[in-house]
DNA sequence: CTGAAAGCGCTTACAG
DNA sequence: CTGAAAGCGCTTACAG
């Protein structure tokens, strides 16, 4: 086991213990001979470092802390660690999780940073929205003076966001209905206050308008998480004589209400009307034609995110441009040509 | 922030270094008075222990690793890891999480145990299934030599293993169904392979006998997660003129299932055919009607796993018998009484 | 019941 | 390009 200590490999080797040191943290100034000596020892005697000690000598844990809310199903949430977790091991990081229930308040939240902050001194946090959109959480944060980044946040001025180019993700649905023949397209966005409802509502308004087609404010729908009108709303938007022919949602799960209504309404997916959704999110695989749908690479965020947080706020390496992934259209059945 | 340290607060109180350490650690043999003066001391600095310092020091990292597959909807594992956290809290433990996607092999898992142990130092490791049924896991796991309790897991002798009375919950599925009036009570289980699907078939064939009802072979499907067979031997089932008028499945994905068959097969639930779940999935939410299902309560099996693993595995404390949660039926509209 | 000394395994600050 | 000494903040092992 890794009982072998930097004294053992610096014997070794034939140097002292800093230059060992000066070795394992890829410090410059070490004559290439010496290395190889001391990469030799290291190997032949399977020698790891202690993490504690370091972490005791330079007063960083090396851990950074993940803040969600945790839901049923949260499959943005799980996919952001695995990302999160990815970009860690590269970078000598491990990832300490805090998932918070949809009802805490602002006080669990400052005892659970204080909790991280002081007791695990986590160097750096991730916050998933809806989180990062939540004032006393970000208060809370900046008083731990503790480097954070957020992801997909409509607030970037304060913290480094990182997040995929959801305008163009919106744009691609878009432009795939308009290929289908369809102009009447209408927007049902159930995300209203968050990053991700106001970035594809741009989207959408800025496709139609490429196409020239006008926005028809009958046929857009805009509600906050939670609101339960949002049935009614879609009701009355496919009931109208001048309905839409097609439908994008902002998300996945408003596609399925659209599924429900279309379904009472005996509006037959996709020959009446096309539909298509955004997240790809693997709780709508029930439905029925299989959802076209955008899909981001959130793995990806999290990955970036991790790495920026490290490599920037906490290693104040060279800043560089933030990275933005790009959405993909996943054409399923959902969607299909203008019916005659 | 926390700058003090514990000479710090061996001073203020007028006291060693090692007496402050005594308090910290209830260690016995201090003085009721030198106790409340550290104690004040303690606070008045506001001092937390350096983790870190303790970490090198005692040798111990105070980390535990969870080690589960993840996929989406994971809703199981996601409870396990709140309930583990809630213990970590208490005991002053930090969690780390490791997720395998379902494709892995053993050389990703021994890769990341060593990771795991070698340099995040972890002590001790929580298995969720299916990763605690894998021999190929467990002896990876076994050659770290580091504590571990498996959840749920068919395996019990070589290791402690933390799971709620399923036999009990099955058997309260089929009282209720019995009670509706039915006895033609189908069984699908989907989850062979698994403690879960042992557990909650011993349930049925037990309840059954117990109100001395003959087992019936065409009433009784079974299959290994991810066998597609599982749609086939419903529809077989269930086109039988003798079918069953009442169907347990061994988990809510399978019920599901059942609702499909049921509707293309014109049946009607819960007029013509009754169907009770295990898991409680809130991926289930969609069925209609409501699903009646067993619930297990999740969370606290991580809660018990983590506090069983510190307490009785790390610290050695006296083994005392292992808790065993119960399952509770949730009553909802997939169950009636048998048609007349 | 309490304390002085030593040391866990690294890195920092300095010297050469 | 390399090294000797000191020290991070705790706990261990011992002494009284």
New interface residues.
């Given amino acids: ?2 009982k072998a200590t930097i004294g053992d490999v610096a014997k070794a080797a034939g140097v002292s213990k800093k230059t060992v040191s000066r070795v394992l943290n890829n410090e410059p100034g070490v004559r290439k001979t010496t290395q190889d000596a001391v990469n030799a020892a290291i190997k032949s005697l399977d020698y ?1 470092p ?4 370091r ?2 000598r330079t ?1 960083q ?1 090396y ?1 950074i802390g993940v803040l969600y809310i ?1 839901y ?4 943005y949430g ?1 996919l952001i ?2 990302g999160a ?1 990815k970009a860690c ?1 590269k970078l ?1 990081y ?6 918070f229930e949809s009802g805490y308040d602002a006080q669990m939240i400052s005892a659970a940073l204080k ?1 991280m902050v ?4 986590v160097d750096g946090f991730i916050v998933v929205p809806p989180l990062c959109e939540d004032e006393s959480v970000i208060q809370a944060l900046e008083e731990t ?1 503790t480097p954070i980044v957020k992801i997909a946040s409509l607030n970037q001025d304060s913290h480094i966001s990182i997040h995929s180019d959801e305008k163009a993700g919106a744009q691609l649905a878009i432009e795939h209905l308009v290929n289908l023949g369809h102009s009447k397209i209408g927007f049902l966005n159930y995300l209203v206050g968050h990053a991700a409802g106001k970035w594809r509502y741009e989207g959408y308004k800025e496709a139609l308008e490429m196409h020239g087609i006008e926005e028809n404010a009958n046929h857009v729908c805009q509600f906050r998480y939670g609101e339960t009108t949002l049935e009614q709303a879609c009701r009355k938007m496919l009931s109208q004589a001048d309905r839409p022919t097609a439908i994008f949602t902002a998300n996945d799960a408003s596609a ?1 209400v659209v599924y429900r209504i279309a379904s009472q309404l005996k509006l037959r997916i996709p020959y009446d009307l096309s539909v298509v959704g955004f997240d790809d999110d ?2 709508a ?2 439905l029925w034609p299989p959802l076209t749908t955008v899909s981001q690479p959130v793995a990806e965020l999290g990955y970036n995110a991790a790495t920026i947080l490290i490599e920037q706020c906490i290693r104040h390496k060279a800043k560089a441009a933030l990275p933005l992934s790009l959405p993909e259209l996943v054409i399923r059945n959902s969607t299909g040509p203008l019916p005659e």
């Fill in positions: 086991m890794s790891v202690n993490l504690n000690a972490r005791l007063n844990s851990l945790d049923p199903s949260n499959f799980s660690l695995n977790i091991d000598g491990d990832l300490l999780i805090r998932p909790h002081e007791r695990s001194n003076e399925a693997p709780a695989m029930n």
